[in-house]
């Protein structure tokens, strides 16, 4: 059976001791789960002493986990084995290092898919190692903060009217997106702040590739606009978005956990409760903009077009 290996690290401002706790007990996952986060409503059945714990969903499937060995405070084996969509078990295990700032975390998987799935193999990689980081990310915010600044409010299908845009297309890793999309939208910012008659509604982009395996993206930072103007800035390009009924999640919270309300998206696009329609790029809209509220009231609709 085709294995594969994932591991993912962080280091957290909190001591070796109060990580390794906290992990340890599964009551506390609901908090900072990368999978529980993408169906609220799924039954968790943690057992007595908080050592195993048992999911269903209606998406996300069911399955089990359950502590194997415990080395306090250095490492925490698991095991998890996935019941539906198809049977697999995992082992997995966190090891817990102390630094100057505190913790270096690392998050490991073992597993390995069902032969005729083989073909998978990097994309699951891929898939669970944005899985783990989401995670730790939201693990990081709690331990230091008490809480994750990260809520999706489920708003399921809705009407978007559509649009005339001017943008700037862009090509990136992953790992820049952020970077370049604020140098994208502060071209836009400049070009437009002059015009205010031009704009007829609130900045979107639309993402047209997204390859987590060649850790690449590719996307445009949008403003709607009544007409396309004669003269444009340099590199920016123009289109539109068809009216059409979007799959719609709204996410409030900082930037760096939107992820969660994309993984989400394709929960629910696999689980069938939606089906995609071909030819329109899914894109995201931004309710609040950077700087007018704080970080964790900022809200993000991501919506998929409907078929």
Not at 258 to 272: D, F, P
Request: aromatic share 14%; with cysteine; hydrophobic share 40%.
């Amino acid at each position: 059976m085709p294995a594969f290996h994932v591991e993912k690290s962080i280091e957290i401002k909190a001591a070796p001791d109060v990580v390794y706790t906290f992990l340890s007990d599964f009551n506390n996952w609901r908090m900072w789960s990368p999978w529980l986060i993408l169906e609220p409503e799924a039954k968790v059945t943690v057992a007595p002493g908080g050592k195993h714990y048992a999911w269903e969903g209606k998406r996300t499937g069911s399955g089990e986990m359950k502590i194997e060995k415990e080395n306090p405070p250095q490492r925490l084996d698991t095991t998890v084995t996935f019941l539906k969509p198809w049977k697999s078990t995992s082992s997995t295990w966190f090891d817990i290092k102390p630094v100057a700032s505190g913790t270096h975390l690392t998050w490991y998987m073992d597993s390995s898919l069902p032969f005729f799935l083989f073909f998978m193999k990097k994309m699951m990689t891929a898939y669970i190692g944005m899985d783990y980081t989401r995670g730790l990310n939201m693990l990081k915010d709690y331990l230091e903060t008490g809480a994750v600044p990260s809520q999706l409010n489920f708003k399921n299908i809705t009407d978007y009217a559509g649009c005339t845009y001017i943008g700037f297309r862009t090509s990136c890793s992953m790992d820049t997106v952020g970077e370049k999309m604020k140098a994208d939208f502060g071209k836009l910012f400049t070009f437009t702040k002059d015009k205010p008659d031009l704009l007829s509604g609130i900045p979107f982009s639309i993402y047209h590739k997204w390859d987590v395996v060649k850790n690449k993206v590719e996307y445009t930072a949008a403003f709607p606009v009544k007409t396309v103007p004669a003269n444009l800035s340099a590199g920016a390009v123009t289109g539109s978005i068809p009216a059409v009924k979007v799959n719609t999640i709204a996410h409030t919270g900082t930037y760096k956990h939107l992820g969660n309300a994309w993984s989400a998206q394709y929960n629910m696009q696999q689980a069938k409760v939606f089906k995609w329609k071909k030819g329109i790029d899914p894109f995201e809209t931004y309710l609040t903009m950077p700087g007018a509220v704080p970080e964790n009231e900022q809200v993000t609709e991501v919506h998929f077009p409907v078929a």
